[in-house]
């Protein structure tokens, strides 16, 4: 499977930035997918994560209400949508895959694939 993250830039506090994950090799509906970043200086953390199997979605905390990680299995693509950014949410962004339906998405172990990272910088 390899996954194509986009859509990062740059933008001031309060806007808004759509990430998109485009995933080829599995289609997208058997896969469990997840947003993590990693700002500079700092681990890699979690923020979203979608299952395929339900559907269920699971944020991290700062982000609950501003963040929505949504899926078109049409296009094989998973969405990260931010809203009311902060310049505490800088940090380069990348999208996982994982083939379990189940288990806990907050976690690296959780993923078996992994894509490359997108920027996002928000300037206050």
């Known amino acids: 499977v390899q996954l194509q993250a986009s859509g990062g830039g740059l933008v001031q506090a309060g806007g808004s930035l759509r990430l998109s994950c485009s995933a080829s090799g599995r289609t997208l509906n058997r896969l469990s997918m997840g947003w993590f970043r990693q700002a500079s200086g700092k681990e890699r953390e979690f923020v979203a994560g979608?299952?395929?199997?339900?559907?269920?979605?699971d944020y991290e905390d700062s982000v609950k209400g501003r963040f929505t990680i949504s899926r078109d299995n049409a296009k094989n693509t998973v969405y990260l949508q931010m809203n009311s950014l902060k310049p505490e949410d800088t940090a380069v962004y990348y999208c996982?895959?994982?083939?379990?339906?189940?288990?806990?998405?907050?976690?690296?172990?959780?993923?078996?694939?992994w894509g490359q990272g997108t920027q996002v910088t928000v300037s206050s």
């Open positions: 996982a895959a994982s083939r379990s339906g189940t288990g806990r998405m907050m976690t690296e172990r959780f993923y078996d694939y």
């Open positions: 979608i299952r395929w199997l339900g559907g269920s979605t």
